[in-house]
């Protein structure tokens, strides 16, 4: 065998290399390198670095072309999704101080909690058996606003953190959220659904006066209230998506409506202005690819009005994943809400400097609606806070089993008062106390039992596919069960359906239209509904399974798909071929799988023997069902 040459043994350990970084499993020898083989090694590696953070920068950047001024960019450290609800010991070192309200849905229901910033302390501020959420804190700290559900009506509520007394602001029939303080505490803007439309209105803090600002057809909602108190950024949806508007009080433009962000390929929402007024944080996205941008505004230009100002003069930059964003009392910093499979958190990020970043808390649960403001609460209004916090709250349902040493060690339970499509109601003992709770939910809230009449529920492990369908189904388990396509195929449809993209996945929001609609049930819409009937108009909303509808639909709608959340039954995504073969849409389609995998599901319920006949045999590690 012929000597290979020093250059021929550099190529043969830099090839092996490479194979080791890709394959290491097929280099049986251990790769030895020069020092001058280390340092390509070391050149390689950071030449991956900077490629893929390059890469990651400009998918960032794609989608609308944003005028972008450095160097306000900030990157939003990812959370571990292991660690527990607890916040942490250390205070943000920016800030200066103040608490931040936010909202967590746990149970069932929506209740608003805060944390001190000096001390980390997390209190309870309601506890209310019907929802309270969209906390704004008041100028000098000593009164929290905010929506509840109390009282079977949405209203606006004043709660006085150190007294405790609750005073109750609007008694509109129909809906009212959303709350913004006035900066000099005299006034509140809400958003309210009066006479069919969603719209921002105005009133004294004490309830009174209250007057209508906005009066377009489309919705309008979620006002802000600028520091200097001359425009109220709001979001609307008159153009056919999301943007994010203001509504001036001064000059000759008073009472004109200006769209800020003008995108009509992008949806904004969630608008908080910067302390000093002059840049406004907002939510761009929806789901899985929300960010956080941030758009300065300019009013010293002379010569033109102080609208044409704004649009003239706005610029935009990104400044990190999350949605939801609140500024900090010095303007140094924001916190925002990311969100990462059932677990939510709220990150804290310095407007300066990349990865100073840090977890203010998190938890198991869905959490939104945080606004930081600059008064910490009160020795005084946590002790009370602590006193009210009920000691002892009943769980949402509980399931009742009677497992048996037989195989298998649970049953399939017959649901006589349900109607099926095909075959009898039949789910897991191990979940049927959930569905039953979720259906008096839902009866409660909607006025109509949508769960009453199913599509699938129960799949026998002998029945015949259609075309296209999965043999390893949640439905054979009795996991599974389908909404009744009926109520959505409607001339005058009592379902609607937002689509949501999540990374490359489509999810359906299922929305479930009440009896009632005189503000008792529900909650107006606020987007438009996905139309999947325009497939037939054909063209382009053939191609793309559908269209956003040309305008939101009245009336009042329970999200349904939160609702199952609540008792463990999670929607799942569309199929590839959503957008031309129905079956793949599953809108309708709910399972809770309380984490097993489908053979583990099946084997509560049959044997090993009965299993193994239909799908062969049993893989030693799990598998989960496509």
């Given at each position: 065998m012929s000597e290979?040459?020093?250059?021929?043994?550099?190529?043969?350990?830099?090839?092996?290399?490479?194979?080791?970084?890709?394959?290491?499993?097929?280099?049986?020898?251990?790769?030895?390198?020069?020092?001058?083989?280390?340092?390509?090694?070391?050149?390689l590696v950071l030449g991956n670095?900077?490629?893929?953070?390059?890469?990651?920068?400009?998918?960032y950047r794609t989608g609308e072309a944003l005028t972008t001024?450095?160097?306000?960019?900030?990157?939003?450290?990812?959370?571990?999704?292991?660690?527990?609800v607890a916040p942490g010991l250390t205070p943000i070192s920016f800030g200066q101080g103040g608490a931040i309200a936010f909202v967590l849905r746990r149970n069932g229901n929506a209740d608003i909690y805060a944390i001190n910033q000096t001390t980390r302390e997390v209190v309870r501020l309601t506890s209310d058996p019907a929802e309270d959420r969209?906390?704004?804190?008041s100028p000098d700290g000593k009164m929290l606003a905010f929506a509840s559900h109390r009282g079977r009506n949405w209203d606006i509520y004043l709660l006085d953190l150190e007294g405790g007394a609750l005073i109750r602001l609007t008694r509109a029939p129909g809906f009212d959220g959303?709350?913004?303080?006035?900066?000099?505490?005299?006034?509140?803007?809400?958003?309210a659904y009066r006479d069919g439309n969603l719209d921002i209105y105005v009133m004294d803090a004490d309830g009174r006066n209250v007057r209508r600002l906005t009066t377009d057809p489309a919705p309008d909602y979620d006002p802000a209230w600028s520091p200097d108190g001359s425009a109220i950024a709001f979001v609307s949806y008159r153009e056919g998506n999301q943007d994010i508007f203001l509504y001036t009080f001064e000059g000759e433009e008073a009472g004109r409506e200006v769209n800020v962000t003008n995108s009509p390929n992008a949806d904004e929402s969630d608008p908080s202005w910067s302390?000093?007024?002059?840049?406004?944080?907002?939510?761009i996205g929806r789901a899985g690819y929300a960010t956080v941008r941030l758009s300065r505004l300019s009013w010293q230009t002379e010569g033109i009005t102080q609208t044409e100002r704004v649009l003239h003069l706005a610029s935009t930059d990104l400044f990190g994943s999350g949605s939801s964003p609140t500024w900090s009392p010095d303007g140094e910093g924001l916190v925002t809400v990311y969100r990462r499979e059932d677990r939510s958190y709220l990150i804290a990020s310095s407007l300066y400097g990349w990865g100073l970043s840090q977890e203010v808390y998190s938890a198991e649960a869905w959490i939104g609606d945080p606004v930081w403001g600059a008064v910490p609460l009160s020795p005084r209004a946590i002790a009370r806070a602590r006193a009210a916090e009920p000691e002892n709250e009943p769980p949402l349902y509980t399931e009742f089993v009677q497992p048996s040493d037989s195989d298998p060690p649970y049953r399939l339970v017959y649901l006589p008062d349900v109607d099926g499509a095909d075959e009898p109601v039949r789910l897991s003992e191990r979940v049927d106390d959930s569905f039953k709770a979720l259906r008096q939910r839902v009866l409660e809230e909607t006025g109509r039992d949508y769960l009453g009449t199913l599509g699938e529920v129960w799949r026998p492990l002998d029945r015949a596919l259609q075309p296209g369908r999965t043999a390893r189904s949640w439905h054979v388990c009795g996991r599974a069960f389908d909404l009744n396509q009926g109520f959505y195929d409607r001339d005058a449809p009592l379902v609607y359906l937002v689509r949501e993209d999540v990374g490359n996945e489509t999810y359906w929001r299922v929305f479930?239209?009440?009896?009632?609609?005189?503000?008792s049930m529900g909650e107006p819409l606020r987007v438009a509904p996905w139309d999947l009937k325009a497939r037939a108009e054909g063209g382009l909303s053939a191609v793309q399974g559908g269209r956003p509808m040309e305008e939101v639909p009245s009336g009042y709608y329970v999200d349904f798909t939160t609702l199952a959340a609540d008792y463990g039954w999670e929607r799942v995504p569309a199929l590839y071929r959503w957008r031309y073969y129905w079956p793949d849409i599953r809108w309708w389609h709910f399972q809770k799988t309380d984490g097993l995998t489908w053979w583990e599901c099946m084997l509560e319920v049959y044997s090993r023997e009965e299993v193994e006949a239909v799908f062969g045999p049993i893989p030693e590690e799990g598998e989960t069902a496509p």
């Amino acid at each position: 065998m012929s000597e290979e040459s020093p250059r021929d043994q550099r190529g043969g350990r830099l090839r092996r290399l490479r194979l080791w970084l890709t394959h290491p499993e097929r280099v049986q020898q251990p790769v030895t390198l020069s020092p001058r083989g280390l340092q390509l090694l070391a050149l390689l590696v950071l030449g991956n670095v900077v490629v893929l953070t390059l890469l990651g920068w400009a998918l960032y950047r794609t989608g609308e072309a944003l005028t972008t001024r450095p160097p306000v960019v900030t990157v939003v450290v990812t959370p571990t999704p292991g660690e527990r609800v607890a916040p942490g010991l250390t205070p943000i070192s920016f800030g200066q101080g103040g608490a931040i309200a936010f909202v967590l849905r746990r149970n069932g229901n929506a209740d608003i909690y805060a944390i001190n910033q000096t001390t980390r302390e997390v209190v309870r501020l309601t506890s209310d058996p019907a929802e309270d959420r969209d906390p704004t804190w008041s100028p000098d700290g000593k009164m929290l606003a905010f929506a509840s559900h109390r009282g079977r009506n949405w209203d606006i509520y004043l709660l006085d953190l150190e007294g405790g007394a609750l005073i109750r602001l609007t008694r509109a029939p129909g809906f009212d959220g959303g709350p913004t303080w006035s900066p000099d505490g005299s006034r509140i803007a809400f958003e309210a659904y009066r006479d069919g439309n969603l719209d921002i209105y105005v009133m004294d803090a004490d309830g009174r006066n209250v007057r209508r600002l906005t009066t377009d057809p489309a919705p309008d909602y979620d006002p802000a209230w600028s520091p200097d108190g001359s425009a109220i950024a709001f979001v609307s949806y008159r153009e056919g998506n999301q943007d994010i508007f203001l509504y001036t009080f001064e000059g000759e433009e008073a009472g004109r409506e200006v769209n800020v962000t003008n995108s009509p390929n992008a949806d904004e929402s969630d608008p908080s202005w910067s302390p000093d007024g002059n840049t406004l944080a907002y939510t761009i996205g929806r789901a899985g690819y929300a960010t956080v941008r941030l758009s300065r505004l300019s009013w010293q230009t002379e010569g033109i009005t102080q609208t044409e100002r704004v649009l003239h003069l706005a610029s935009t930059d990104l400044f990190g994943s999350g949605s939801s964003p609140t500024w900090s009392p010095d303007g140094e910093g924001l916190v925002t809400v990311y969100r990462r499979e059932d677990r939510s958190y709220l990150i804290a990020s310095s407007l300066y400097g990349w990865g100073l970043s840090q977890e203010v808390y998190s938890a198991e649960a869905w959490i939104g609606d945080p606004v930081w403001g600059a008064v910490p609460l009160s020795p005084r209004a946590i002790a009370r806070a602590r006193a009210a916090e009920p000691e002892n709250e009943p769980p949402l349902y509980t399931e009742f089993v009677q497992p048996s040493d037989s195989d298998p060690p649970y049953r399939l339970v017959y649901l006589p008062d349900v109607d099926g499509a095909d075959e009898p109601v039949r789910l897991s003992e191990r979940v049927d106390d959930s569905f039953k709770a979720l259906r008096q939910r839902v009866l409660e809230e909607t006025g109509r039992d949508y769960l009453g009449t199913l599509g699938e529920v129960w799949r026998p492990l002998d029945r015949a596919l259609q075309p296209g369908r999965t043999a390893r189904s949640w439905h054979v388990c009795g996991r599974a069960f389908d909404l009744n396509q009926g109520f959505y195929d409607r001339d005058a449809p009592l379902v609607y359906l937002v689509r949501e993209d999540v990374g490359n996945e489509t999810y359906w929001r299922v929305f479930l239209r009440t009896v009632e609609q005189d503000g008792s049930m529900g909650e107006p819409l606020r987007v438009a509904p996905w139309d999947l009937k325009a497939r037939a108009e054909g063209g382009l909303s053939a191609v793309q399974g559908g269209r956003p509808m040309e305008e939101v639909p009245s009336g009042y709608y329970v999200d349904f798909t939160t609702l199952a959340a609540d008792y463990g039954w999670e929607r799942v995504p569309a199929l590839y071929r959503w957008r031309y073969y129905w079956p793949d849409i599953r809108w309708w389609h709910f399972q809770k799988t309380d984490g097993l995998t489908w053979w583990e599901c099946m084997l509560e319920v049959y044997s090993r023997e009965e299993v193994e006949a239909v799908f062969g045999p049993i893989p030693e590690e799990g598998e989960t069902a496509p």
